[in-house]
């Protein structure tokens, strides 16, 4: 949890600016807020940090992701293709917009491939939401010749990968939008958070006033605002943006001691038989929130898991069976057990979510297992944690199947 590690003086200034208005919602009373406005301040950082032209700070990644698919056109019956593997808010912004997830193959890079995309799509296909997984990024080029070839609409949840970058451009900026969460888990946290980003000021637009009660948010009198379209509310509380305001600021740090860390680990491990990594699209570019080791098959992988649990290692995911960040443990999904009707359950689903297909990313999953990388780590912690795995390895991989 690199940004929660640095917590400290400069979240407690932010935090203080706001606390000493007593202004803790993010849109009027320009009286009394003496010019504090962190929401805008946060987006304003996020923007100077990914390079974005528009930024829109909302309640949590998850309404990120919803907005950014919402501000991309994305709406009731259009089909978008998704992974199987991410954060289970991605499918859920699909289905609360009545969109229809359609669940495609990913590879190596932990995202989905451009080959699994190109076979999901129908003539129903609108777009695709990509999820940049654990920290690295999915390969663009690729991705991007069959979103451009088949005229499809790109939203990117970077919700996990803040900061990453392939070529240059940061991931959420290769689409139409892009999401990122500010959780309290995440590279940078705002406690609870999210921000959207586009490059398209009319996608834009439609975010500002989607997660505010459709609010066109022009002059000082709320009550008299303008309503261009229907909304709800996902708005950021000043408190919150405070802190995303610091956090933000320290992500090209916690970058450049993560990928420090994160290559000190892989030098170390390539040396272990059985031990691969998932493919980085642009090693220049990863954030380097997570070493991603991939193991010879999923069998090894689950002993691996065991001597982690026997030796005392931490720090670990094992996505495949331990957490909610795949496909496998949604049965409330295959079930499509809902509280209230869902546009879904009248449209019908695009495929049967209980017998997926889908060879490829249970083969990649099962074989992933991701440490948890930290800022604040010694070189000494560093070097004694690849001791540890290498060592756990070793006698996973000695033991007969
Ligand atoms: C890829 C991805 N998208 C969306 C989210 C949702 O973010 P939040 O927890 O801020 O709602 C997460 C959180 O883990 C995530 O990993």
Not at 64 to 72: D, E, G, S, Y
Not at 114 to 133: D, Q, S, W, Y
Not at 197 to 204: G, I, K, M, R
Not at 294 to 299: F, G, I, K, Q
Request: proline share 4%.
């Amino acid at each position: 949890m690199p940004g929660t590690e640095l917590f400290g003086a400069e979240e407690r200034k932010e935090i203080n600016d706001v606390l000493e208005t007593g202004i803790l919602f993010r849109y009027n009373h320009d009286a009394q807020r003496n010019n504090v406005w962190k929401a805008r301040e946060f987006e304003a950082e996020v923007c100077k940090l990914v390079g974005a032209g528009f930024a829109h700070a909302v309640s949590s990644g998850s309404t990120a992701a919803q907005c950014a698919m919402v501000a991309a056109g994305i709406g009731a019956g259009d089909e978008v293709i998704v992974p199987p593997f991410t954060y289970v808010a991605t499918i859920e912004a699909a289905l609360m917009i009545g969109a229809l997830p359609v669940f495609a193959e990913i590879d190596e890079t932990l995202c989905l491939s451009a080959e699994g995309i190109r076979k999901a799509i129908t003539p129903k296909t609108k777009g695709v939401c990509l999820v940049h997984m654990c920290g690295q990024m999915a390969d663009m080029e690729a991705i991007m010749a069959v979103i451009q070839e088949h005229n499809l609409v790109l939203v990117e949840d970077a919700g996990q990968a803040l900061g990453a970058r392939y070529h240059g451009t940061a991931t959420g900026l290769w689409g139409k939008t892009g999401a990122y969460s500010f959780d309290f888990f995440k590279i940078a946290t705002a406690g609870e958070g999210g921000v959207m980003v586009t490059n398209d000021e009319p996608a834009y637009q439609l975010a500002d006033s989607y997660a505010d009660h459709g609010h066109d948010h022009v002059g000082s009198n709320r009550g008299m605002e303008q309503h261009p379209i229907i909304g709800f509310n996902y708005r950021i509380s000043e408190l919150h943006a405070a802190v995303g305001v610091a956090q933000t600021r320290r992500v090209p740090l916690i970058i450049e001691k993560n990928n420090q860390h994160k290559t000190a680990l892989m030098n170390r491990l390539s040396e272990v038989p059985g031990v691969a990594f998932a493919r980085i699209p642009d090693p220049d570019g990863d954030s380097a929130t997570f070493l991603n080791l991939l193991l010879p098959d999923t069998e090894t992988a689950k002993r691996v898991v065991d001597e982690f649990n026997a030796a005392g290692i931490g720090g670990f995911n094992y996505w495949f069976t331990n957490m909610y960040h795949f496909i496998n443990q949604w049965d409330h999904i295959k079930e499509m057990r809902t509280a209230g009707k869902l546009p879904i359950e009248i449209l019908g689903a695009p495929q049967d979510y209980a017998n997926l297909d889908l060879p490829q990313s249970q083969d990649v999953v099962g074989r992933l297992i991701s440490f948890g990388i930290r800022c604040t780590w010694t070189p000494e912690e560093v070097e004694a944690l690849a001791g540890k795995i290498g060592e756990a390895v070793r006698k996973a991989l000695s033991v007969e199947a």
